[in-house]
């Protein structure tokens, strides 16, 4: 009988290696026999898709399935994921619950796929917004004068530049910001649509990246697309907030009690030690507190050392 949940993510030539780990992360626990990988290909070269054909399910080459003008992606491949992730059902027609992992993700735990599949049966979308227990930044302001104030959120800015109204950039000034990174959504669900909506209008005038979050915090703050908030360990993002390291579990949780198993350790916008990006190079260790307060030097790359 064919897996119902497929898990699927995108590549370039420059991610290869991390959506290597990614998979193997995956593969690591039992449970994967339980689901399906497939992979978008923005640009790996034939080499690394001899290699991926081996591991994963299906390969698709990912598109423009929304026409974007080429001076704003000027050959950039990868910029795809901005848009190939709204039409997952397109690509992979065979399931009915998909969930998209970015590349430069890891599974630390998989009770974030058991959240993940529950999450989008029971509601049209399932996902993490990036606040947590330690988070001591949710949005810029810059203060004027008095109390006047200009907004710097990244959810405000984003929407003014992208020619959405004023009063859609207010809504979701301060709502606490979608990371399109990790996310759940069955085949029926009615999410697609409205995020495509929303993605057309992002793209018809702002930037190709981050367009198709954007579009996803309007879906779900603006038109109120029925969502799923599942708790921060299933989309961890280390450069918000370090993890501590359970040296007896040999796992990474959560830095404040009740020190939760993180389930997805996401190095989204990487984390820099000595000028160089932990994304860029697996030798890099952090320096991490444990739970017996101690310190320990840690890989947050997956199956390092």
Known sequence: MPNKTVIVSLSDEKYFELLLELINSINN???SKEVDICILDAGMNDGQINTLRQKVKQIKKAEWDIDVPGYKVRNKEWLKSQVSRAFLPNYFPDYENYIWID???WINDWHAIDLLIK???MKELAITQTIAPGYRDVGKVNWIFGN???VKTQ???HAIRSGFEKYIARKIAFAPHLNIGVFSMRKSSSGWNIWQKNLRKALSKGRVF??????INVSVYVDNLETEFLPPSCNWIINHLLPKYDEENQQFVEPNLP???IGIVHLAGGYIVNDIDI???KRIKVNLKTLNDSNVLKSLRFNIG
């Open 29 to 31: 626990f039992d449970q």
């Open 119 to 121: 999450g989008c049966k």
């Open 155 to 157: 959810n405000f800015k």
């Open 103 to 105: 590349s430069d993700a």
């Open 210 to 215: 981050g367009s198709e979050g954007l579009a």
């Open 279 to 281: 994304r860029e190079d």
């Open 259 to 261: 020190n939760n198993k």
């Open 148 to 150: 006047i104030v200009a």
